[in-house]
């Protein structure tokens, strides 16, 4: 299987034009390596940057220096300086990213959203219904709810639709931002069923569970991102 | 995306074939390979028209604009296959009608005039018109700037499931973030007649390293 992402001397500061032109940095040299099958989970006090560093491997943010090296079918891609539409393409087929917050065009039933994302990877019409009403079904989202619009849904559920849209394909690499804050119990343990499905089939994972109970069911290690001082 | 008077409809004239460059030229690229590129404003006037009636489609802002009001909504989608060609009085009809369904036009309000349309319906009867003789690449101009916001959503939807549909290739012009994240894959961020950032849509709008896109995105007031 092997290495699927590896992060070298990865640096990641924000300036601040109109307040006062500030300064923050938040990344400071991380490197890290992730296998095929393995779990890294990044531990820390909030404002030690585990988002940024999960925005910053799906090219949301954009880094000031270091590589972000992903295996992406037969050939390694630098997300922090790829052309977009290489980006683009990585994030098709081979990078899936959880993030906590739902953003989708109004309107839009979540059924036909799940349809959407699924047809962009490829995948026939037909056979990715059965496998949205599948998850869709897992993760406790009555059918009735199917065609409304995911925006008039609760926080848990719009969690859950978000869930769906990145377990819908085999991505080989996942990006989880806390999954699971706004899941009861019962949904938790379908999300933990999901990661370790996913685990087994070779993903390699990197996510942050503020949970402690969902952190240790699905680490494989942990990562303590080092304080940046602007804690307390 | 820009503000007003950043020059964002200009670039689109230039782009679109309308308005000749001072220097520099617009070059299309009809294959795959670069050495095809037609240069769009070194070609007769003749063979730019028939570029742009072939394979562009443009979609106004105001629908006024790119619709015929005075004949009736099937014939603003008919004329433009015959305008390419098609004779087939009964296969015209067919795709007439097979469009105006993918905009969601009632069949029965085929024969009506445009004046008694909607806002809404008119800008998805101009989509109808544009998109029947399967451009390669539309230019759309603040296409949903003009509608009410209850129909707006439901228009992103439409154009950009169409636009993946057809594998259109689309330039859009917009000052709606909210518009722009939803449909758009890339992003040019325009001032004072010049591109100060461009990249991933959303690379740039969630982390905008130019002090005016920085102050854009943190200026739209949450509803």
Not at chain 1, 113 to 119: D, V
Not at chain 2, 66 to 74: D, E, F, I, K, Q
Request: proline share 4%; hydrophobic share 40%.
């Amino acid at each position: 299987m092997g290495t699927m992402l590896s992060v070298e001397n990865l640096c990641k500061s924000f300036f601040l034009h109109n307040q006062g032109g500030i300064q923050l940095s938040v990344l400071q040299g991380i490197g890290l390596t992730v296998q095929a099958g393995e779990c890294v989970v990044l531990v820390g006090p909030s404002g030690t940057g585990k988002s940024t560093l999960l925005r910053s491997l799906y090219a949301n943010y954009k880094p000031d220096s270091g590589r972000i090296l992903v295996r992406h079918e037969e050939e390694w891609v630098d997300m922090a300086t790829a052309e977009p539409r290489k980006i683009l393409e990585v994030r098709r087929r081979t990078v899936g990213y959880v993030s906590q917050f739902l953003r989708v065009i109004p309107r839009v039933p979540a059924f036909s959203i799940l349809m959407e994302s699924s047809r962009m990877t490829g995948k026939p019409g037909e056979e990715a219904a059965a496998q949205i009403r599948l998850l869709l079904a897992r993760l406790g989202i009555s059918e009735r709810l199917w065609k409304i619009s995911p925006t008039t849904f609760s926080g848990g559920e719009q969690q859950r639709i978000n869930i769906a849209r990145g377990f819908i394909f085999p991505y080989p690499i996942l990006l989880l931002d806390e999954p699971t804050a706004a899941l009861d119990a019962k949904n938790r343990q379908v999300v933990v069923e999901l990661i370790r499905e996913a685990m087994q089939r070779g993903a390699a994972i990197i996510g942050t569970f503020h949970d402690e109970e969902v952190r240790e069911a699905v680490a494989s290690r942990t990562l303590e991102m080092p304080s940046n001082g602007r804690g307390p | 995306m820009g503000e007003s008077g950043s020059g964002k409809t200009t670039i689109l004239n230039s782009l679109s074939g309308r308005l000749a460059p001072t220097t520099g030229a617009v070059l299309y690229g009809k294959g795959q390979n670069d050495n095809e590129a037609v240069d769009v404003y070194g070609i007769s006037e003749a063979a730019r028209r028939l570029l742009m009636r072939a394979e562009w489609g443009v979609v106004h802002q105001n629908p006024r604009d790119g619709l015929r009001m005075r004949v009736s909504a099937g014939a603003n989608v008919g004329e433009r296959l015959m305008a390419v060609g098609c004779r087939h009085y009964g296969k015209i009809r067919q795709d007439v009608l097979n469009w105006l369904a993918r905009v969601e036009i009632e069949s029965d309000r085929m024969d009506d005039l445009p004046l008694t349309f909607s806002g809404g319906m008119l800008q998805r009867l101009q989509i109808a018109r544009t998109l029947v003789t399967r451009p390669r690449l539309v230019f759309m101009d603040e296409p949903t700037s003009g509608l009410d916001v209850s129909v707006q959503a439901r228009l992103i939807d439409l154009l950009r499931s169409l636009v993946q549909e057809l594998s259109l290739s689309a330039v859009v012009v917009t000052h709606d973030l909210a518009v722009v994240r939803l449909i758009s894959h890339r992003l040019l961020v325009m001032r004072q007649g010049k591109v100060v950032e461009s990249g991933l849509t959303d690379q740039v709008l969630d982390d905008p390293h130019h002090p005016y896109t920085q102050l854009l995105v943190s200026s739209v007031i949450q509803p």
